[in-house]
T-cell receptor, first 112, second 113 residues
Framework: DQQVKQNSPSLSVQEGRISILNCDYT??????FLWYKKYPAEGPTFLIS?????DKNEDGRFTVFLNKSAKHLSLHIVPSQPGDSAVYFC???????????FGTGTSLTVIP | DSGVTQTPKHLITATGQRVTLRCSPR?????VYWYQQSLDQGLQFLIQ???????AKGNILERFSAQQFPDLHSELNLSSLELGDSALYFC????????????FGPGTRLTVT
């Protein structure tokens, strides 16, 4: 049972435009959400996180939005750069412990 | 470079065997997490240790076990290996206990033949 879902396996965006990556979850006990970026042959790299008490967190070109009522999370990258091309994973933590659940990833390609 | 090291990088072994994967966390990090990534799957959380104590357990099989030593390095032991255990195994570390960013190692690719 996939509790964190990334329904778009891939996304292509022109350089300079906005990239929007989406993530849906089913467990209302999640209290902490994270986004990771992964290049081939490397481990995931942390990008940004958000607590369930907030609805937005911004860090440079990256903004994460949380809509708890819709159980939906999104990552906005503005402006997109070719170096952003990677697989992006969203993850969530249950508030009853430290179990982390990851989505299956969205492969972002930024076209120069 | 995340500062998290994992050895070995690659491991090929036969069904029924036992292997040990090793992880050294970033300096100063007290938590170690283990994840499994099978083909076309997201990362599956296996287990977390904080300062030597087990703190959370995910989808870890009974054939698998882990520990964190006093120097904070961790080992993941996989026994009675099956073909389906072939995967990338990642270790991550963080300063806090289940909170804050996790720094991932490069992974160990296990192939069971």
């Amino acid at each position: 049972d996939q509790q964190v879902k990334q329904n778009s396996p891939s996304l292509s965006v022109q350089e300079g435009r906005i990239s929007i990556l989406n993530c849906d979850y089913t467990n209302s006990m999640f209290d902490y959400f994270l986004w990771y970026k992964k290049y081939p042959a490397e481990g995931p790299t942390f990008l940004i996180s958000i607590s369930s008490i907030k609805d937005k967190n911004e860090d440079g070109r990256f903004t994460v939005f949380l809509n708890k009522s819709a159980k939906h999370l999104s990552l906005h990258i503005v402006p997109s750069q070719p170096g952003d091309s990677a697989v992006y994973f969203c993850a969530a933590r249950e508030d009853t412990g430290n179990q982390f659940y990851f989505g299956t990833g969205t492969s972002l390609t930024v076209i120069p | 470079d995340s500062g998290v090291t994992q050895t070995p990088k690659h491991l090929i072994t036969a069904t029924g065997q036992r292997v040990t994967l090793r992880c050294s966390p970033r300096s100063g990090d007290l938590s170690v997490y283990w994840y499994q990534q099978s083909l076309d799957q997201g990362l599956q959380f296996l287990i977390q240790y904080y300062n030597g104590e087990e703190r959370a357990k995910g989808n870890i099989l009974e054939r698998f076990s882990a520990q964190q030593f006093p120097d904070l390095h961790s080992e993941l032991n996989l026994s009675s290996l099956e073909l389906g255990d072939s995967a990338l195994y990642f270790c991550a570390s963080s300063v806090g206990d289940g909170i804050g960013e996790q720094y991932f190692g490069p992974g160990t690719r296990l192939t069971v033949t």
